[in-house]
């Protein structure tokens, strides 16, 4: 069955640091792979997407991820991190034939995210 | 603009009580879900729907129902089976194509006391 591992439940980082938050998933094809953010009390907005094609995936404000399918990962990356990035950060697989008979997504557990300034 | 709404935002209801949440899609998704998001739990699938009149049980549908008579709504009712209703609802929309991802609404927090 599909997973996602968020291993980071809270990071705390500074204003203009780097930022990485971890995702590791389990499936057996190739995956459909996603990362979301939440502000709190607010729905989920996606940040960016991976399914084919390059590895390093491009989204929104400013971030980029990695698939790594030796490793089983995509991790999130951004350079330079802002105060209004402090939020919730959910990675998620499509799960079973996804776009098929299912079609939903498997979410982690999500990693909270503070911004020192 | 396209997109999802839920409302209310704020819910409360008496223990023992039915309340129906509503969600509204005008991106002309085939797709519709409802999750359930508690503190340190992630997104929990509750039921999910393809199609207009068709509908199926996600992680943790006990204690919830749905319908699907029209393809912009999906409407979820939180029945008084529902053992520990309070929490923050999420509802979703996507296409059938691949890999498009899902598209979230603002979120409804009910609280049950």
């Known amino acids: 069955a599909q997973s996602v591992t968020q291993p980071d439940i809270h990071i705390t980082v500074s204003e203009g640091a780097s930022l990485e938050l971890r995702c590791n998933y389990s499936?057996?094809?190739?995956?459909?792979l996603f990362w979301y953010v939440q502000s709190p009390g607010q729905g989920l907005q996606l940040l960016l997407k991976?399914?084919?094609?390059?590895?390093l995936v491009q989204g929104i404000k400013g971030f980029e991820a990695e698939f790594k399918r030796s490793q089983s990962s995509f991790n999130l990356r951004k350079p330079s991190v802002h105060w209004s990035d402090a939020a919730e950060y959910f990675c998620?697989?499509?799960?079973?034939?996804?776009?098929?008979?299912?079609?939903?997504?498997?979410f982690g557990k999500g990693t909270k995210l503070s911004v020192k300034p | 603009d396209g997109g999802i709404t839920q409302s209310p935002k704020y819910l409360f209801r008496k223990e023992g009580q039915n309340v129906t949440l509503s969600c509204e899609q005008n991106?002309?998704?085939?797709?519709m879900y409802w999750y359930r998001q508690d503190p340190g739990q992630g997104l929990r699938l509750i039921y999910y729907?393809?199609?207009?009149?068709?509908?199926q049980k996600g992680d943790i549908a006990e204690g919830y129902s749905v319908s699907r008579e029209k393809k912009e709504s999906f409407p979820l009712t939180v029945t008084s089976a529902q053992k520990n209703p309070t929490a923050f609802y999420l509802c979703?929309?996507?296409?059938?194509?691949?890999?498009?991802?899902?598209?979230f609404g603002p979120g409804t927090r009910l609280t049950v006391t």
């Open positions: 979703a929309s996507s296409t059938p194509r691949h890999g498009k991802g899902e598209y």
């Open positions: 499936y057996g094809a190739t995956p459909y």
């Open positions: 991976y399914f084919s094609g390059d590895t």
């Open positions: 998620a697989v499509g799960a079973g034939n996804y776009g098929g008979s299912q079609g939903n997504l498997i």
């Open positions: 991106l002309n998704h085939d797709a």
């Open positions: 729907s393809q199609i207009v009149n068709d509908f």
